[in-house]
């Protein structure tokens, strides 16, 4: 589908997946959450893609919901939980994707935009970042779209708790502090230092890098060690099996970059 509130750039193997509507610092609306799933829903049978940048044009990143969109009244708390349950899908769609997603943060990071930031396997953060929970600031908890999931795993649970109780922002800076982000640069940066960590990524197998995602995602809520072993016993058994492998040692002993053919 031809996309209104996205801007989608393919560099090969990388993906730039950019918010577009600067004018209301890509809030999100009803449009750009059936855009979103479109584009991730077509993520799972996309061999090429193997790394995905999501950034937002203009001056931030993504406010949050569009308060500001009309919204249908009379559906009662079943329409209200179809709606709700819309948007929650999304972090859920970006954790199951085979692609990496690197989060490039400038600017606001509100309510939904922090939930797609903390969705994202890595967030590179421009230095003007702000980052908060802005739900509970509305009448809502703060508890939404996944950010109750994600937040005390990323920070451990005190930091967590304060943001999630009172919406503070949390910039930039404190942000790497705590684990947060991976890097801290001048907004002019982002796109250069997002670039150069994909590169690493897709300087990887294929397999390997898909594989390395999904047992980082389950290895979160593994409910002991040898949970986490055996799957990642699995995972080095598959990779051994493919012919990647034996270029990858080839490469390594020979001195000489690596090519890979996902095989």
Known sequence: MAYRTLEVTREGA?????????EVLNAIDSSMVDELHDFLSGLAADRETRVVVIRGAGRAFCAGLDLKEPRATG??????LRMQRR????????????????????????????ALALASDVRL????????????????????IGVSYFLPRLI???????????????????????GLVSAVVPDDQLEAEARALAQEMLATTPLGLRLTKEC?????????LEQVIAMEDRNQIL???????????AAFLG???PHYADR
Do not use: K, Y
């Open 255 to 257: 001195r000489r970059a």
């Open 216 to 224: 980082l995602a389950a290895s979160i809520d593994a409910g002991s």
């Open 239 to 249: 990779c051994a099996q493919s012919q990647d492998f034996a270029e990858g040692i």
């Open 14 to 22: 990388l993906c730039w997946l950019t918010l577009a509507r600067p």
């Open 75 to 80: 559906g009662g708390v079943p329409e209200g």
């Open 87 to 114: 948007i929650s899908e999304l972090p859920i769609r970006i954790r199951r994707a085979p692609q990496v997603f690197i989060a490039c943060v400038h600017g606001a990071a509100c309510g939904g935009g922090f």
């Open 125 to 144: 953060a421009g230095a003007s970042a702000r980052m908060n929970a802005a739900f509970i600031r509305i009448g809502l908890s703060a508890c939404d």
């Open 156 to 178: 451990g649970a005190s930091v967590a708790s304060e943001l999630l109780l009172t919406g503070r922002f949390i910039a930039a800076e404190r942000a790497l502090a705590v």
